[in-house]
């Protein structure tokens, strides 16, 4: 018997921790190349009538397992929502040409099984309590543990994985990451209705995940990755946590990937600004993870807890306070101040086009405008959800309004 | 004192006893569905308790009074088949439309195969044939809303149900004007009943353009937000089914177009329709008509009929699922479930909603026999058949929890 544990001997570990079938595991941090990426999005699955949720994923993975490609298609805890995952990326032109690829492969299978897809944070008019748990054993563990907030749960976020050199650089970065996670919360807010009301947010979709016990954002005390370990041993001894799936902060390292993973967007409404935002974010990272040794300051959850408050109930339009400053600004002239600085720097040759789709979803008020914008000129719930489907359905033409 | 003053009043009101006959459906369904047996079944048990089967309180007879509302009835159901429609799916689609497309030529093409070996006349296996291309919308749609049952399937299954009424109607103005002409009662010839049978249907199509267009028009006169639509439709829906009763048009196929229009027509703000429940509860009504009115057991216990009603029965789910084959989007498990959900039939009356031609008077007594034997097969077993299909495809609600 070797000592070092091989990479499926750790695969079969995680699943079984995951699975709540076997001890708590947490796997070595694999270390990635800085910079590479993923996305994940989770996907609305509709009724092409009503636009009410339909349980037809599994339907559609079925049909998209037998198509060949680089990314994946997978389920979620209910079955109408469908998570695919783009392979590692290295620029926003391979973002960008793997979402619409994804787009359009998604939309085909699900046409065929008549099905709809959408994207957005939240259904506007979809109740809990009709929803269908995924007939598989961890979803059905995961109703059995969490109740009712399980189909609650039936939420649609998007995901970035940032690629990390390594363990202690990840809970670095994390932490720089962290603190404008509100940011991304505000950029990709597209869900201002939750179970037919208006909610007031543009993201309803944030103060869903709050429900969780393990939820919010990384410890600010933890400055290492050996401190982390520690930190999730004293918490599976417990029985809280069993796997690094168990934690549903904002940002967490995922060590079996070798990344930071970015967890508070909203689905944008068309995947193409997923590549946008995803490259946002990637930038970010990578500025963070050339300033060795920094770490970010003003680290006060409440600090944290009301920027994600504001991001999530104004959207771009809300303010953001600096953690490290203490000074108050636009979210919409923090994001313009990053994505100058961060193109004057990339090396990324087409992340100016990112930048341009960035400030597309600036305009207007952003996704969650767009779309009461509808309910303003009469729109029903229904129609909401149409128009969002509407909106998936067509190519990303560049220019102003091109989504809409 | 003659004898009838020794009778419960209620029993000379025709309303009261469908009342009756209702709130006993409701509840020995809430009965049924407690020992895990499907709603809709009290329904069926109301029927046969109170039916020609039972009591004999529930007959033609006394159908007959509510004539033009079980008419109206029959058609919104069909508006809600024609409402599940979706033509671009139909068509671009290809491989699934066309396998449903292909089930609705298989059922009637498997029916002619063995009802003429049976005895049947060619004109007669024809006609029964073109009945038997239909699924029955009240027994799918009613048990699709009481399992809140929803998926591929379903959704596969509700376009097999509108389609399917869409080509037995076409189908059956063919073949009826053929019987008309060559069968037991000698009428006009061929070609002239097929102008009345077919201007029948052309008719009901031009009111269902003409309705559906008023209803355009007043929603737009109006500007109606779409939550204050359904009045409209409403209506409109109304105003088609007058039109239809008066100029003896096909009912059916106006409110079947007027469903699709509304599903298809409208690009955009259709979505209202989400809010529209129209079947359910007519459901109910309906199927509780068609138990104690079709099912007569001394019919179905006449073993070479009830045999050969069985046979057809079967052969029509199997040929479906055959056509689904092609169907390339659907594992094989849903492919069985949508065959098994596709397995109702319906009956002649409700099939062709015109005061004239309320029953089968053109068939020989062998296939009125059959007829009868098939009819009571359908609301004894289809129902259930339909609701194993819809569990098995994991589409009905409680089923996912299992």
Known sequence: MTEAMTMDDSAAAQARAVAGAGPAFLPPFANSRLGSMG??????????????????????????DKQKKDWVATPEITTSMLEVATSVLGSYREAADQVEEIRTSVQRAAFAVGAAISGGGAHPFQKWNEQRIYPKERYRASAKKYGYLAKLFTVFGMHVHIGMPNADEAVRVGAWLTQRAPLFIALSANSPCWQGEDSGFCSARSNVVGAFPMSGIMPADLRSWQEFQDHFDRLAQ???????????????????YGT???????????????????????ELCIEMAQQPGAWPGGNARELYNWNRFNAAKEGVQGKWIDPCTGTEHGIADVVRSDLARLAARSDDPDFPEACQLIEELLRDGGQARWLTTQMAAGAGMNDLARVASEIFDRPLAPGPGAAR | MNDTATLPL?????????????????????????????????????????????????DNALLSYFQELL??????????????????????????????????????ACAVALLVPFGVSWSEAAFIASILIAINPVVFTSMVADHNASGVATYAAANAVGLSQLVALVALSVSLAWVRSH???????????????????????????????????????????????????????????????????????????????LRNAEKRENVFQAQLRTVQDIGYALLFMMSAALVQFEQVMHWSVLLMAL????????????????????????????????????SFSTLVVDSSMSNAAYLSDTATRLMQALLALNVLVAPAITWVGLRMAGETHEGSEA
């Not at chain 2, 058609?75 to 139909?90: I, P």
């Not at chain 2, 309705?211 to 737009?220: F, R, W």
């Not at chain 2, 057809?312 to 659907?330: C, D, E, H, M, N």
């Open chain 1, 39 to 64: 996305i994940e999005l989770e996907l609305m699955v509709l009724d092409r009538l009503t636009y009410d949720l339909l349980p037809a994923a599994p339907d559609i993975l079925l049909l998209l």
């Open chain 1, 238 to 256: 417990h029985g809280i946590v069993n796997s690094i799936k168990d934690f549903y902060w904002d940002v967490r390292p995922k060590p079996e």
């Open chain 1, 260 to 282: 930071i993973e970015l967890r508070v967007l909203d689905t944008p409404l068309h995947p193409g600004y997923a590549a946008a935002l995803a490259c946002y974010a990637r």
């Open chain 2, 10 to 58: 209620f029993l000379f009101s025709p309303l009261a006893i469908i009342g009756a006959g209702l709130l006993l459906a409701q509840m020995f369904g809430v009965l049924l569905q407690r020992r895990g047996v499907p709603r809709l079944y009290g329904a069926v048990a109301a029927g046969l308790l109170l039916g020609v089967s039972g009591f004999g309180l529930v």
């Open chain 2, 71 to 108: 008419n109206a009835a029959s058609a919104l159901v069909l508006f809600e088949a024609g409402r599940k429609m979706d033509l671009a799916w139909l068509w671009r689609s290809r491989a699934q439309g066309l396998s449903l497309l292909l089930g609705c030529v298989l059922r009637g």
């Open chain 2, 183 to 261: 069968g037991v009662t000698e009428e006009l010839p061929f070609g002239a009943q097929l102008l009345h049978q077919g201007g029948k249907l052309l008719l009901g199509a031009v009111i269902a353009l003409l309705c559906y267009g008023v209803y355009k028009a007043a929603s737009m006169i109006s500007r109606a937000e779409a939550g204050l639509r359904p009045g409209i439709l409403l209506a409109t829906l109304m105003l088609d089914l007058g039109l239809c009763s008066v100029t003896a048009s096909s009912a059916l196929l106006s409110l079947l177009l007027m469903g699709l229009l």
């Open chain 2, 311 to 346: 046979l057809l029965f079967a052969a029509r789910a199997a040929v479906t699922r055959l056509a689904l084959i092609s169907g390339q989007a659907w594992s094989t498990h849903k492919k069985n479930a949508i065959a098994l959900c596709a397995c109702s039939l319906v």
